[in-house]
């Protein structure tokens, strides 16, 4: 089993910046692959980015490429979601998901994740 504890989030001005940081357990966290999601009211889980288990390797969604950045620190057990140049349209429900046997066919649907975080909100003003 895996725990999840996402923090960071907040209420910023548009054109400001977050981190959110992921701290895993209960698992050899480099066996992970680490993502996060998002989910805005009345609107459908999405996914915002991907990282593989070592973090060589990373995918963004189109909205948030350029302006997001996903890391992870292996020997704090840690994922980051560096968030720069938010906009108003990024106010979600911050998720962290994991899952040791995603693929790249796979990692952008949430259904194939096993371990999620409880969330944490993201508000942006404009």
């Known amino acids: 089993q895996v725990q999840l504890v996402e923090s960071g989030g907040g209420l910023v001005q548009a054109g400001g910046s977050l981190r959110l940081s992921c701290a895993a357990s209960g698992r050899t966290f480099n066996s992970l692959n680490m993502a996060w999601f998002r989910q805005a009211p009345g609107k459908e889980r999405e996914f915002v980015a991907v990282?593989?288990?070592?973090?060589?390797?990373?995918y963004y969604a189109d909205s948030v490429k350029g302006r997001f950045t996903v890391s992870r620190d292996n020997a704090k057990n840690t994922v980051y979601l560096q968030m720069n140049s938010l906009k108003p349209e990024d106010t979600a429900v911050y998720y962290c998901?994991?899952?040791?046997?995603?693929?790249?066919?796979?990692?952008?649907?949430?259904?194939?994740?096993?371990?999620w975080g409880q969330g944490t909100q993201v508000t942006v003003s404009s």
């Open positions: 998901a994991a899952d040791p046997k995603i693929t790249m066919q796979t990692m952008t649907l949430s259904e194939e994740y096993d371990y």
């Open positions: 990282g593989n288990r070592s973090g060589g390797y990373t």
